[in-house]
């Protein structure tokens, strides 16, 4: 009596043959279950014709892929030897270490499929082995909606797409706001993803986030993560965070002024806008008029800054900001802020331009305007010298050095840099003060020479020279004159030599310049002493009043000198050489191995 055969076979992810009898009693044949094999894209799968504990000689096997339900045949186990069959894996099929082992070599998604192994020596249960095969997704990439969303849309609007390329299986794809994962909500959030099969049997999968966006959302990071599965467990990559720019309208509007804190004259300040909304509206700074009472509008840049470079007293003052938001027409302002610009102003010396006699005193006082406690000072214009502090200085028994200019400087302590200087300048009545009486300069002869004369005096002198040339003035300070002549050496003029003199209305003075010609005699002894004679600047630090004596200064350079020295230093060094190139011929300066013998015969002798 036969036993009817029923043969199913399940291709999916789980495919087994099973053999069954309708007799009860009968043996029931083992369930065949598929092996499955994982590998990834690129690598090599094991395909083992058995289960791993099998043991044996398989001398004689085939291999069969299932296709559509049809087994094909692709590889041939014969003695031990294997046997590739023409088709798409005749170059990529080979025996392993076993027979019973199949390797099959740069696994592509196309190789996931289901095989067939078919021992005849020994013989044994038909074997199925499933291969599953997977590739990891490259780094998702993620681009963001740059237009923007308005919060007062009712319909979803796209914030970000992401895409994950070269992936196998498909993988999965979960959307974050805030390191907070996003789910599905009605006329909130919806997430639309599909894919493309690439021709080398990847995938490439896009999903596009769509949403709601309110205006707490104007700093939110979105971003997209894929989770697939590989042979070694499951994994997930993230893509980078984006924001997207949300626009909303402004409820306040406010003034901002940099930098913060105390503000000085002089400094660099900046007035600006802002609000809470999105986009800025257009602004207008306004400050209040303080003469009527009203906001006029104040000049700003294109950026709508009001930049007060530098800040001044006037400056100060209540400044008022107005938007405009052009989409809905709505004018906001901001409340009124006061700028308050510390300043010190209007320094004043009394007496304005003081004179007076030589002996007696002179009271000088210093005022200043500001909103702060200030400070005062007295220095010496020309030397920098801290006279005194306070408000009055008080100059008793004057001589004529303490003529000139002084300045008054008034400071707020606790603003460092908050400063107002006011020069004044003191006359002593006097007539002029020479810089000095005589002065004696080495000159060559019809060389150009620049002299100079220096004179000082209440009320201020004017110089004349008694030599032909050409001369300019120039005043250090309200009392100096300082005049400089142009003039060639010509021999009258070495014979004169040269005066200036300085005159007012008290009396006059004079400075006589003694011209003294280089040569050689003058030169030698006193070269490390003589410097240059084309131009002569009569500037010393001391003065000489009408009684002073000669004063000897260090005299101005000259290349003529110069030249001299290098003439006279070649002379000596011909005259040496030719007195040595004598003695050598006369015999008397012995030279080399020739000379020495020499002396030594006339030692012996």
């Known amino acids: 009596m036969g036993l009817p055969k029923l043969v199913c076979v399940l291709f999916a992810a789980c495919c087994c043959c099973r053999r069954a009898t309708g007799v009860p009693g009968e043996e029931k044949q083992p369930v065949l279950t598929p092996d499955l094999v994982e590998a990834e894209v690129g690598s090599t799968a094991l395909l083992k014709c058995g289960p791993s504990r099998a043991s044996g000689n398989f001398s004689q096997v085939d291999w069969f892929l299932i296709h559509k339900e049809r087994q094909i045949l692709i590889f041939r186990v014969h003695q031990g030897k294997g046997q590739r069959e023409p088709g798409e894996y005749e170059h990529r099929l080979s025996l392993q270490d076993s027979v019973a082992t199949l390797?099959?070599?740069?696994?592509?998604?196309?190789?996931e499929r289901m095989f067939l192994c078919k021992s005849k020596r020994p013989r044994l249960h038909d074997h199925y082995v499933e291969l599953q095969v997977f590739k990891a997704p490259e780094e998702p990439t993620i681009q963001a909606n740059v237009v923007g969303i308005?919060?007062?849309?009712?319909?979803?609007?796209?914030?970000?797409?992401?895409?994950?390329?070269?992936?196998?299986?498909?993988?999965?794809?979960?959307?974050?706001?805030?390191?907070?994962?996003?789910q599905e909500?009605?006329?909130?959030?919806?997430?639309?993803?599909?894919?493309?099969?690439?021709?080398?049997?990847?995938?490439?999968?896009?999903?596009?986030?769509?949403?709601?966006?309110?205006?707490?959302?104007?700093?939110?990071?979105?971003?997209?993560?894929?989770?697939?599965?590989?042979?070694?467990?499951?994994?997930?990559?993230?893509?980078?965070?984006?924001?997207?720019p949300v626009f909303y309208p402004a409820e306040k509007v406010w003034v901002e002024v940099e930098p913060v804190g105390l503000l000085k004259e002089g400094d660099h300040v900046t007035i600006r806008c802002l609000t809470d909304g999105n986009p800025q509206p257009h602004f207008t700074i306004n400050k209040k008029d303080p003469s009527t009472g009203e906001?006029?509008?104040?000049?700003?840049?294109?950026?709508?800054?009001?930049?007060?470079?530098?800040?001044?007293?006037?400056?100060?003052?209540?400044?008022?900001?107005?938007?405009?938001?052009?989409?809905t027409t709505i004018t906001l302002s901001s409340d009124p802020l006061e700028l308050l610009v510390n300043y010190v102003s209007d320094v004043r010396v009394n007496p304005a331009a003081p004179e007076v006699q030589e002996g007696e005193s002179l009271t000088l006082t210093c005022e200043a305007e500001s909103n702060q406690d200030l400070e005062f000072e007295w220095l010496r214009d020309k030397t920098g010298q801290l006279l005194g502090k306070g408000p009055v200085l008080q100059l008793n028994n004057v001589r004529r050095e303490a003529g000139g200019r002084y300045l008054c400087m008034a400071s707020v302590p606790r603003f460092p840099g908050l400063n107002r200087t006011q020069p004044v300048s003191v006359?002593?009545?006097?007539?002029?003060?020479?810089?000095?009486?005589?002065?004696?300069?080495?000159?060559q002869e019809n060389a150009v020479l620049n002299l100079s004369c220096e004179a000082s005096g209440h009320p201020q002198p004017t110089i004349s020279w008694n030599v032909n040339g050409s001369a300019t003035e120039w005043n250090p300070d309200p009392q100096t004159v300082v005049s400089t002549l142009n003039v060639l050496v010509t021999p009258e003029l070495l014979e004169t030599g040269a005066e200036c003199k300085a005159s007012n209305s008290l009396g006059s003075n004079t400075t006589t310049i003694v011209l003294k010609l280089v040569t050689l005699t003058t030169l030698l002894p006193e070269s490390s002493q003589t410097t240059g004679l084309s131009t002569l600047t009569v500037s010393p630090h001391t003065r000489a009043n009408s009684t002073s004596t000669e004063k000897k200064l260090p005299q101005p350079e000259s290349k003529g000198v110069v030249i001299v020295a290098v003439i006279v230093c070649t002379l000596v060094l011909a005259v040496l050489g030719a007195a040595?190139?004598?003695?050598?011929?006369?015999?008397?300066?012995?030279?080399?191995r020739s000379g020495k013998q020499e002396m030594e015969r006339n030692t012996s002798i």
């Not at 070694?232 to 965070?241: A, Q, Y």
């Not at 950026?303 to 938001?325: F, R, T, V, W």
């Not at 040595?580 to 080399?592: D, S, W």
């Open 103 to 111: 390797a099959l070599s740069h696994v592509t998604p196309h190789d």
């Open 580 to 592: 040595l190139y004598f003695f050598y011929k006369k015999g008397r300066l012995p030279c080399g």
């Open 427 to 443: 006359g002593i009545f006097g007539f002029p003060w020479m810089a000095l009486k005589e002065r004696k300069v080495w000159v």
């Open 150 to 182: 308005h919060v007062d849309r009712q319909e979803l609007r796209e914030v970000a797409t992401c895409v994950g390329r070269n992936g196998y299986p498909i993988p999965q794809v979960l959307w974050y706001k805030n390191r907070l994962p996003l």
């Open 295 to 327: 906001m006029e509008e104040e000049s700003t840049d294109e950026n709508g800054l009001l930049s007060l470079e530098p800040a001044e007293k006037h400056h100060s003052g209540l400044y008022q900001c107005q938007s405009l938001d052009l989409e």
């Open 185 to 244: 909500e009605v006329n909130r959030v919806h997430i639309q993803s599909s894919q493309i099969v690439e021709s080398s049997g990847l995938y490439t999968l896009k999903s596009v986030l769509s949403a709601r966006l309110v205006k707490e959302d104007k700093d939110a990071q979105f971003y997209c993560e894929l989770s697939y599965r590989l042979p070694s467990g499951n994994h997930m990559k993230e893509s980078k965070e984006v924001t997207v």
